[in-house]
C-alpha cells in the first residue's frame, strides 16, 4: 500500500479549501511541513508564521474569527495546549470561536527533543474546556474529513496530528458524530485504539484472528 504523510494530507486539504475560500486562515507558530509551505507561497494573505509565539498565536487567532475568518493555528502539540491554556480557555471557548488548533508531534513522537516536546497531556486538559471537540488521526481519509469537519463545526476544536506515512481506510467510513468507527466488526473480544496505535492494533487482531480467534476494533 502507497502511504502517504498524514501531514501533507492534512495541508493538502486546507489547501483545496482555501483556494476557494478566502475565509481560511492559517498561523503557525514556526512550524513547517512541504503541504503548508504551498499554502503559504500561493496565499499570503491566509497565512501568519507568528513564530516562537504560542499565546500571541491564539490571541491573533481569536481576532481573526471575531472578523469573520475560520482559522487554523499550528505548532507542537504541548505548546499549542499547555503553554497558551489560559488563552484558549477564555479567548476561544467562552466566545465558541471557529478556531481549529492543530497539535503536531503527538505523544513521543518529538520526544528526541526532551520533556518540553512531549505531547501526552493534551488530549487531557483540552477535554476539561467548554465548547471543544477533539479529534485524533488514525488515517489519512480521517486526516481529509477533519479538516471538512472542523470547519463545518464552526467552533474550538483540537486535531492532534502526528507525521509520517498513514495508511487510507477509505472503505470505512468515519462517524464524528458518533466519535468512532468500527474496522473490524465487533465480537467477544474488541480492541479500542486512536492514533497512530490503531494500525498496530489491527494487525494484532488479524494475527489473532487467523489463530481462530475473534477480536472487533
Not at 492534512?10 to 483556494?19: L, V
Not at 503541504?35 to 500571541?56: I, M, T
Amino acid at each position: 500500500m502507497n502511504e502517504e504523510d498524514i501531514r501533507d494530507v492534512f495541508f493538502d486539504r486546507i489547501y483545496e479549501i482555501g483556494s476557494k475560500n478566502s475565509n481560511i486562515m492559517v498561523i503557525s507558530a514556526d512550524m513547517d511541513a512541504f503541504s503548508l509551505r504551498k499554502f503559504a507561497e500561493d496565499f499570503p494573505q491566509q497565512y501568519l508564521n507568528v513564530g516562537v509565539s504560542e499565546q500571541n498565536m491564539i490571541n491573533i487567532a481569536a481576532g481573526l474569527a471575531l472578523s469573520g475568518k475560520t482559522v487554523f493555528c499550528y505548532s507542537i502539540a504541548s505548546f499549542a495546549t499547555l503553554r497558551c491554556y489560559e488563552q484558549i480557555k477564555v479567548n476561544l471557548c467562552s466566545m465558541n470561536l471557529p478556531v481549529i488548533i492543530i497539535g503536531a508531534g503527538a505523544g513521543f513522537s518529538f520526544g528526541y527533543d526532551g520533556p518540553t516536546h512531549h505531547g501526552i497531556q493534551d488530549i487531557s486538559s483540552m477535554r476539561l474546556l467548554p465548547e471543544m471537540s477533539i479529534v485524533e488521526l488514525s488515517s489519512n481519509d480521517v486526516a481529509k474529513k477533519a479538516v471538512d469537519y472542523a470547519i463545518e463545526a464552526n467552533a474550538p476544536c483540537y486535531i492532534k496530528l502526528d507525521k509520517g506515512p498513514f495508511p487510507d481506510w477509505s472503505d470505512v467510513e468515519p462517524n464524528f458524530s458518533k466519535g468512532y468507527r468500527l474496522l473490524r466488526p465487533l465480537s467477544d473480544i474488541n480492541l479500542v485504539s486512536n492514533g497512530y496505535m490503531t494500525r498496530e492494533v489491527l494487525k494484532v487482531a488479524d494475527d489473532l484472528n487467523k489463530s481462530g480467534y475473534s477480536l472487533g476494533v
